[in-house]
């Protein structure tokens, strides 16, 4: 029976994990900004999440202030209608 060879060879494992490592820095680079965390994903997606639910508000906002506007909007000729009505 002829030796087995495993096609284990050091020098290209080293290669692959050194490549792998230096896939996972530069990735880690992209989420956390390295120097400029401003400029990371992370922040990026944090800041969106935070204009998002800005946004959401101010639309609940604004949304409260025009039904309220139409309620008085409707009281008012309500009103008037009642003033016009009950005239002699």
Known sequence: MPPRRSGFN???ENEKLDRLVAQVD???RYLTGDDKPS????VRLDRLEQKSEST???MNAVGVAAIGALITAGG???WKIILLVSKP
């Open 56 to 58: 959401t508000s101010r």
């Open 76 to 78: 008012s000729i309500a």
């Open 26 to 28: 530069r990735i880690e």
């Open 39 to 42: 400029e990371g994903i992370i």
């Open 10 to 12: 050091v020098s290209t």
